[in-house]
């Protein structure tokens, strides 16, 4: 029987190697801690605001949502179309069943 104790590490090695080799890991980072960074923005202004420093809180908070608006903007455009063309469908078929 082989030892099996240290396969974690060496299998944690290779996929870090492999990333790296395909040229996926920047890109990987990049995006990871550019929505990690405003999510920890809202999570510390959140923090400031129950702490008692709501000035403060209320400020990062704010940047930090602008920021995560910025990011997640690839995401919130389409959401927001879909969202409207349904409403504009409810409010069409809401018209049909009124009778003035």
């Given at each position: 029987?082989?030892?099996r104790?240290g396969?974690g590490?060496?299998?944690a090695l ?8 395909l040229?996926?890991l ?5 995006g ?13 202004g ?8 709501k ?14 608006i910025?990011?997640?903007s ?5 959401l927001l179309?879909v ?17 003035y």
């Amino acid at each position: 029987m082989q030892n099996r104790k240290g396969n974690g590490l060496a299998i944690a090695l290779i996929v870090i190697g492999a990333v790296m080799l395909l040229g996926v890991l920047p890109h990987l980072i990049h995006g990871i801690f550019g929505i990690l960074f405003p999510v920890l923005l809202v999570a510390l202004g959140y923090y400031g605001i129950k702490s008692g420093r709501k000035i403060i809180g209320w400020i990062v908070l704010f940047i930090g949502v602008m920021a995560l608006i910025s990011k997640l903007s690839w995401i919130i455009g389409p959401l927001l179309g879909v969202a409207l063309v349904v409403w504009g469908i409810s409010v069409l078929k809401g018209r049909r069943g009124r009778t003035y």
